[in-house]
T-cell receptor
Framework: QKEVEQNSGPLSVPEGAIASLNCTYSDRGSQSFFWYRQYSGKSPELIMFIYSNGDKEDGRFTAQLNKASQYVSLLIRDSQPSDSATYLC??????????FGSGTRLQVQP | DAGITQSPRHKVTETGTPVTLRCHQT?????MYWYRQDPGHGLRLIHY???????DKGEVSDGYSVSRSKTEDFLLTLESATSSQTSVYFC?????????????FGPGTRLTVT
């Protein structure tokens, strides 16, 4: 069973702080990793993806990948109340399908 | 929104009745997916399609069938709905032209089986 694990949270951070969301995966064959944001009652929306070891930055978001440790993270700088949502981590399965974690709920306190 | 629509958006049905959910896309994507989302389980893949009449099973395919007779439509059928199939169902596509296979989701269908 290929798995992607996330802490369900909630992770609570004050406005303006850095939120750090973590994810581990079991399939060493996975090459690409994705972060989605999902607001309550809405569909998941892609934030960013990463496939190389190291960091990838896009605006206030930074994805980090460590394939040796099978670990993916998402950092959100200058967190805003509008960032409050559930964040889903996903890994490719090699069949152009994704395996998703159960998500981490982030709460940004004003 | 990747040009994906789902119908119906909400449905209440009784145990034992057949139900068909429709996913429609307007951008000619080859890959289409059906997921279900339940509290504590995240998104789980039911079936996916990699072309007209080409489909494959996901991790939770029991009790579901799919069909794809046209590129733009991917149908999910519950032959005899059960209460355990109460869920939110999302359709997704892969924009394969971008080369990294990220998926984009439709708005979802909330299905309640009573």
């Amino acid at each position: 069973q290929k798995e992607v694990e996330q802490n369900s949270g909630p992770l609570s951070v004050p406005e303006g702080a850095i939120a750090s969301l973590n994810c581990t995966y079991s399939d060493r064959g996975s090459q690409s990793f994705f972060w989605y944001r999902q607001y309550s009652g809405k569909s998941p929306e892609l934030i960013m993806f990463i496939y190389s070891n190291g960091d990838k930055e896009d605006g206030r978001f930074t994805a980090q990948l460590n394939k040796a440790s099978q670990y993916v993270s998402l950092l959100i700088r200058d967190s805003q109340p509008s960032d409050s949502a559930t964040y889903l981590c996903a890994a490719d399965t090699g069949r152009r399908a994704l395996t998703f974690g159960s998500g981490t709920r982030l709460q940004v306190q004003p | 929104d990747a040009g994906i629509t789902q119908s119906p958006r909400h449905k209440v049905t009784e145990t034992g009745t057949p139900v068909t959910l429709r996913c429609h896309q307007t951008e000619n994507h080859r890959y289409m997916y059906w997921y279900r989302q339940d509290p504590g389980h995240g998104l789980r893949l039911i079936h996916y399609s990699y072309g007209v009449k080409d489909t494959d099973k996901g991790e939770v395919s029991d009790g579901y069938s799919v069909s794809r007779s046209k590129t733009e439509d991917f149908l999910l059928t519950l032959e005899s709905a059960t209460s355990s199939q109460t869920s939110v169902y999302f359709c997704a596509i892969t924009d394969e032209d971008r080369g990294i296979y990220e998926q984009y989701f439709g708005p979802g269908t909330r299905l309640t089986v009573t």
